[in-house]
Structure formats: C-alpha cells, structure tokens
C-alpha cells in the first residue's frame, strides 16, 4: 500500500509560478513511475507530466511542455521524498484545477512511460491549483 499526498496548491497570478511536492508514505517507490494529473469538474483527468523511475526519461502533456518542469528526487534512504514534483512556470487560468500525484509500477523494465491515469495504482487526495487575478 502506498500512500501520496500532495502540497504546494493556491493561488497565482497569470504568468506566475508554484511548485507541487508529493510526499509518500508505506512502500518504497524508488521502482515506480511518477506522474501528475489535473482535473476540472468540467473534463476528465488530464495528463500533465511522468517521470520513470530512474529519472532519464519524462514526459509532457502538449498543454504544458516549454512551462513545466518534472524532477525527481531519488532519496534511497527516506521513501517520504522518493517521489516527483513539478516546477510549474508561466501558468495560464486555464491551468487551474486540482492536481494528482500518481503511482504506476511498470509491468518491465523499458515499458513506456504510462501517460493515462487508468495505468496507475495509488494517488493522493489532490491539491487544488488556482491562476487568477
């Protein structure tokens, strides 16, 4: 079972910055993809950013590639941090919603990098993310 509960949401002027943290608790993740997704009431869950579990391959929703920046912290030692966060620059209203931190182990090693929620095992409860003047 793992845990994932994310920090960092509020609100931001258009053109703005915030980074999200995700912090994780029961097993390790270090074998795990990271992934954030965002959801409004309005449309399904969308893709935003993936990272594998050593950190060499990421991925980007369209919406977001150029403004965005995943990174990961591969801490051996404290599971807690072992996870991934996104550097969210140049925000947009249409940015705002609630972002998810996601878990996916991959079925082997060098599977692509799982870009739909559905692949993924474990999320947190969200952080809600709000670009307004």
């Known amino acids: 079972q793992v845990d994932l509960v994310e920090s960092g949401g509020g609100l931001v002027r258009p053109g703005g910055s915030l980074r999200l943290t995700c912090e994780a608790s029961?097993?390790?993740?270090?074998?795990?993809?990271m992934g954030w997704f965002r959801q409004t009431p309005e449309k399904e869950r969308e893709f935003v950013a993936a990272?594998?579990?050593?950190?060499?391959?990421?991925?980007?929703?369209?919406?977001v590639k150029g403004r965005f920046t995943l990174s990961r912290v591969i801490d051996s030692r404290n599971n807690a941090k072992n996870t991934a966060y996104p550097e969210m620059n140049s925000l947009e209203p249409q940015d705002t919603a609630v972002y998810y931190c996601?878990?996916?182990?991959?079925?082997?090693?060098?599977?692509?990098?799982?870009?739909?929620?559905?692949?993924?095992?474990?999320w947190g409860p969200g952080a809600q993310v709000t670009v307004s003047t």
């Open positions: 996601e878990a996916h182990h991959p079925a082997w090693a060098g599977a692509p990098v799982a870009t739909s929620s559905h692949e993924y095992e474990y």
């Open positions: 990272i594998e579990w050593s950190a060499k391959i990421t991925e980007y929703g369209d919406s």
């Open positions: 029961g097993r390790t993740l270090s074998s795990y993809t």
